[in-house]
C-alpha cells in the first residue's frame, strides 16, 4: 500500500466543480473523513506584513507549515506542507496550497523518515494540476533538508540552543498530560530545526506519533502537542486557555519555568547527533509496552550506562529500581547490565543488595561475591563511621562471607582510631567473627592506651562508655588487651596510677582478667571500693590475700577509709571477714582501739559493739588489740553474760567496779542492761541498794525509771525493788528522790489491802514513816474510805528521762478510821 495523496488549494477546477477553496486533486480511494480532517488541518493564513507577496523570492519569505496528525489504530495519519502562493486564478491575495500525504501506517516501515524530516521534502508540490486523479506515492516519502548534524550545528548557533533539555521536558509533559507546546522563533525554518531536535532525542515510537505543526497562524485554537509559529502573529492565549500551553518564545528568550524531566535531561546529555545511535542501544532493554516518559526513562538510563557514561543519584536509583522487576529481559542482558551498573559508580548498600538479588537470579556467583563483599564493608565503614543510616549487622553464616569479612575487619581495624575501633568491634561481635585473637588483643592494647590519656583530663562520655562497655563483655581480647595497657601506665605513671584509674570505666574489666597481674588487682580492688563503699570490707580482705606477707596496715585503712575511723557496722564487716591469720601492725591496730573507744549512743550500737567484742576475743584475733583495748573487749563479753543471767554478788561488783572512762562498750553495757538485770535479779533489797548506790547518774535514773512503770503491778520482782530504793533514799539525789515518791504513788493508787500489808512489813525496818503510811493506806481501802485526789501541786518531772509524771495520793480526813 502506497501513500495517499492530496491537494488542497483555491482552484477553478476540483472535485467541487466550479471555483474557490477545495481538494484540486487526490488518490483513489481517499474517504470523506480523511477530507475533512486533511481540510481543517491545513487552513492557513500568512503574517500581515507577507500577505500582498507575489514576487517569488517574498512568497519563499512566508511561512511554511509542515504538519502531521497521527492517526489511531487502523486509521490514516496525516502529513502536510502548507505553503503561501500569494494570488487564486481570480487574483486576489491569500491563497495557498497544500500537499497531504496519508496512510494507516505511516511511519511503520523501515527507512521511512520522521514526519519533521519531510520538512523541505522535494516529494512535496507547490500548485494544482488539471488531472482530479493523484497517484498514490508507491513509497516513502523522501526527506528534507533536516539531519542530525545541521540541527546540531543550528543549536550550537542558536542562543537558547542550551535549552534543549527543557523544550524537551516540555514536550514530553504535553505528551502525558494532554496540553500544547508552543515554539515561537523567527521564522518557519528555524522553528522546524527546534522541532528536528526534539524528535531526534525522543524514543523513534514517540518521534513518529508526535502531532505538530511548524505554522498556525491561531496557535490558540490548535490541540496539536507542538506548534510553531513567527514573532508578527499575535498569540491570543486567554486566561481560560493559558493553562493548556506551554509557550517557548525562543526569538526573545521568554521561557517558561517548569521543572526538567529526568528523560530529558539524560538526553540533552546524549545530544541530536547521537541520538539515533543512543537509541538503537535501547532496543534490548525496551519491552514493548513503554507508553509514558517514565516507562522510557529506565531503558534509557540501561543504554547510557552500557556505552560507559558515569549515571548520577537520580538515575542510578531509576535504574536499580527498574532491574528489580525488568522480567521481560533475558538472563544474559540483566547480568551484562547488572555488572555494568556495578562497574559505574559507588552505590549505596540498599542498591547492592538489590543488583546481589539480581545476580543471583542470572548465576553470576562471582559478582554475587564481589557485591557481599562491597556490602560487608559498606556495613562495617558505616557503623565504624557511626553512620546513623548504616543498617545494624547480623550474624554472617555464609563461610565464604565469614571469611572475606574476617580479613576485611582485619585490615580496617588496624587502621581506626580509638572509637572507630570500638565500634567495629561491636559490628563484629554482632557478626559473630572469630579474628585472630593477637589481632585484637594489639588493637585493643591501643584503644585502651588512648582512652587512657584521655582518662584524667576528659569524662567519657555515655554513649562512648555504653559501647565501651558492650565491647568489654562481649570481646575478652579487648580486656586482655586493657590489661596490658594498665600494665604499662602502673609502670610508667605509679604515683598517678590510681587516679588514672579511678577515672575508667568501671565496666571495661573484671578481677577474674587481673588473675596475674597482683599490683594491678590490688589498684583494682581498691578502685572498686571508692566506686562502691558497700564492698570495702570486701576489697580490703580481697587485698591483703594478694600480699605476701598478708599485713593489715594503717596506710590501706587510710586509703580505703580516708575519713579515718570505722563505725561499728564497720569495724564487725571488716573483723568478721578478715581471717585470723592476718596480721595487724600498730597503726592498723590503733584503729580497731579507737572503735572501742566510739560512744554508743543506742542499743543497735550497743549490739553491734558486743558483736565486735566477741569476734575479737576469739582465738588469734585477740593479739590484733592492744592490752588495755583487749580488756576492755574481754570485760565486756563477760558483763554482757552476767547480765543475760542475773546473779545479785556479781552485779554488786559489775555496780562497784570504777571501770576505765574509754571502755564505751562497758559504760554502755551499765547504761542500757544493768537497770533491768537489777529488776531481775533475786537479791535482798539491801544487797540492791548497794548496787544502786554504786550505780553512775545515768544508771541510776534509768534503773528508777523501770522501777516507775513496774510499781503499776505488785510482783514479788517489784516489791523487792520497791524496797532497795526506800532502802537507798538517804543517800538519793533529789532528782532520785522524786522518781521514787512517783512510784510510791502509783503503789498507793493501784495496789490492793494485802499487797500493802507485804510491803508494809518489809519497809517496817528500812523506813517507818513509809510503813506506817502504806498501812494507812492498806486500812482505808478495806473500809471504803480511799478515794484518790489530785495533788494540789504536780510531782516534779525527771528530765533525763522523760517519765510522765505521777500524782499523789491525800491522807483522809481527820476521823475517819473506826
Not at 505528551?175 to 518557519?188: G, P
Not at 493548556?244 to 521568554?254: I, K, T
Not at 556467583?365 to 562495617?380: K, P
Request: net charge negative; glycine share 6%; aromatic share 6%.
Amino acid at each position: 500500500m502506497g501513500f495517499q495523496q492530496m491537494y488542497y488549494t483555491s482552484c477553478e477546477r476540483g472535485l467541487t466543480g466550479y471555483a474557490g477553496y477545495q481538494f484540486n486533486a487526490v488518490s483513489e480511494g481517499v474517504s470523506a473523513e480523511t477530507l475533512r480532517e486533511v481540510e481543517a488541518l491545513v487552513a492557513y493564513e500568512p503574517p500581515q506584513s507577507l500577505v500582498y507577496s507575489d514576487a517569488p523570492a517574498d512568497l519563499e519569505r512566508c511561512p511554511v507549515n509542515l504538519c502531521f496528525v497521527p492517526g489511531g489504530p487502523g486509521e490514516i495519519s496525516v502529513a502536510a506542507c502548507v505553503q503561501y502562493v500569494g494570488r487564486d486564478p481570480s487574483q486576489r491575495f491569500g491563497n495557498y496550497f497544500a500537499h497531504a500525504l496519508g496512510r494507516t501506517d505511516f511511519t511503520g516501515e523501515g527507512g521511512t523518515p520522521l514526519p519533521i524530516e519531510l520538512w523541505r521534502s522535494p516529494e512535496w508540490r507547490k500548485g494544482p494540476v488539471t488531472d482530479t486523479r493523484l497517484p498514490e506515492l508507491p513509497g516513502p516519502p523522501r526527506p528534507g533538508r533536516l539531519s542530525p548534524a545541521g540541527v546540531d550545528r543550528f543549536l550550537r548557533g542558536h542562543p537558547y540552543g542550551d535549552r534543549l533539555p527543557q523544550l524537551v521536558s516540555a514536550v514530553l509533559a504535553a505528551i502525558a498530560e494532554d496540553r500544547t507546546v508552543l515554539v515561537i522563533d523567527a521564522s518557519s525554518e528555524t522553528v522546524a530545526h527546534w522541532f528536528a531536535a526534539v524528535c531526534y532525542l525522543l524514543p523513534p515510537p514517540v518521534a513518529r506519533r508526535l502531532s505538530f505543526a511548524t505554522y498556525l497562524s491561531r496557535p490558540e485554537r490548535s490541540r496539536l502537542r507542538l506548534v510553531g509559529t513567527v514573532p508578527e502573529i499575535h498569540v491570543g492565549l486567554g486566561p481560560d486557555i493559558q493553562d493548556a500551553f506551554h509557550v517557548f518564545d525562543l526569538a526573545s528568550g521568554r521561557l517558561p519555568e517548569l521543572p526538567e524531566h529526568p528523560l530529558a535531561r539524560l538526553l540533552g546529555r546524549v545530544g541530536v547527533l547521537t541520538a539515533q545511535t543512543f537509541w538503537s542501544w535501547t532496543d534490548e532493554y525496551v519491552s514493548g509496552r513503554e507508553r509514558t516518559p517514565e516507562d522510557w526513562y529506565p531503558p534509557a538510563v540501561a543504554a547510557t550506562a552500557s556505552g560507559g557514561t558515569a549515571l548520577d543519584d537520580e538515575e542510578l536509583a531509576a535504574l536499580v529500581g527498574w532491574l528489580d522487576g525488568a522480567d521481560h529481559l533475558p538472563a544474559n542482558v540483566l547480568a551484562t547490565v547488572t555488572r555494568d551498573l556495578y562497574r559505574s559508580r559507588q552505590l549505596s548498600a540498599e542498591q547492592l543488595t538489590v543488583l546481589s538479588r539480581i545476580a543471583r537470579t542470572t548465576d553470576d556467583s562471582d559478582l554475587v561475591e564481589r557485591i557481599q563483599g562491597e556490602l560487608l564493608e559498606t556495613g562495617m565503614r558505616g557503623y565504624m563511621a557511626d553512620d546513623p543510616t548504616a543498617a545494624e549487622p547480623v550474624p554472617i553464616r555464609d563461610p565464604v562471607l565469614r571469611r572475606q569479612a574476617t580479613a576485611r575487619f582485619g585490615e580496617l581495624l588496624r587502621d581506626c582510631d580509638d572509637r572507630q575501633g570500638v565500634r567495629l568491634l561491636l559490628w563484629a561481635s554482632t557478626a559473630r567473627l572469630e579474628p585472630d585473637r593477637d589481632t585484637l588483643v594489639r588493637k585493643s592494647t591501643e584503644i585502651a592506651q588512648a582512652l587512657l590519656s584521655r582518662t584524667v583530663t576528659s569524662q567519657v562520655d555515655e554513649r562512648f562508655r555504653a559501647r565501651l562497655a558492650r565491647v568489654a563483655t562481649n570481646w575478652p581480647e579487648f580486656r586482655a588487651g586493657m590489661v596490658l595497657a594498665l600494665s604499662g601506665q602502673l609502670a610508667e605513671q605509679p604515683h598517678h596510677f590510681p587516679e588514672l584509674l579511678r577515672g575508667l570505666p568501671s565496666e571495661l574489666l573484671r578481677e577474674k582478667d587481673l588473675e596475674h597481674h597482683p599490683a594491678l588487682r590490688e589498684h583494682y580492688l581498691i578502685a572498686r571500693a571508692e566506686r562502691d563503699p558497700e564492698r570495702t570490707a570486701n576489697s580490703l580482705v580481697r587485698v591483703l590475700l594478694l600480699r605476701e606477707p598478708c599485713v593489715l596496715d594503717g596506710t590501706l585503712l587510710r586509703t580505703l577509709w580516708p575519713s579515718g575511723r570505722w563505725t561499728h557496722e564497720e569495724a564487725v564487716e571488716v573483723v568478721s571477714l578478715l581471717p585470723s591469720s592476718v596480721q595487724v601492725d600498730e597503726s592498723a591496730a590503733k584503729w580497731l582501739e579507737a572503735v572501742f573507744a566510739r560512744d554508743i549512743h543506742d542499743s543497735d550500737e550497743l549490739v553491734l559493739c558486743l558483736e565486735l567484742c566477741d569476734l575479737m576475743t576469739s582465738p588469734g584475733r585477740i593479739e590484733w588489740l592492744p592490752r588495755d583495748t583487749r580488756k576492755c573487749a574481754e570485760n565486756a563479753v563477760q558483763i554482757a553474760e552476767l547480765l543475760s543471767r542475773p546473779r545479785a554478788n556479781g552485779l554488786l561488783h559489775v555496780a562497784e567496779t570504777r571501770w576505765p572512762a574509754l571502755w564505751q562498750p562497758v559504760a554502755a553495757l551499765l547504761r542500757q542492761r544493768l537497770p533491768r538485770a537489777l529488776l531481775e535479779c533475786p537479791g535482798t533489797p539491801q544487797e540492791l541498794a548497794r548496787v544502786f548506790l554504786a550505780m553512775g547518774d545515768r544508771t541510776s535514773l534509768g534503773y528508777l525509771e523501770l522501777v516507775c512503770r513496774a510499781a503499776a503491778t505488785p510482783t514479788p520482782q517489784t516489791l523487792r525493788s520497791i524496797l532497795a530504793v526506800v532502802a537507798a533514799q538517804r543517800s538519793m539525789t533529789t532528782t532520785q528522790k522524786q522518781f521514787l515518791d512517783r512510784a510510791l504513788e502509783t503503789v498507793e493508787q493501784k495496789w490492793p489491802p494485802d499487797d500493802l500489808d507485804i510491803l508494809t512489813a518489809g519497809a517496817r525496818p528500812l523506813s517507818t514513816g513509809l510503813a506506817e503510811r502504806m498501812a494507812r493506806r492498806s486500812e482505808e481501802k478495806r473500809a471504803g474510805w480511799f478515794k484518790w485526789k489530785r495533788p494540789s501541786k504536780r510531782a516534779p518531772r525527771a528530765a533525763q528521762t522523760g517519765a510522765a509524771e505521777t500524782e499523789s495520793p491525800q491522807d483522809p480526813p481527820s476521823g475517819a478510821e473506826g
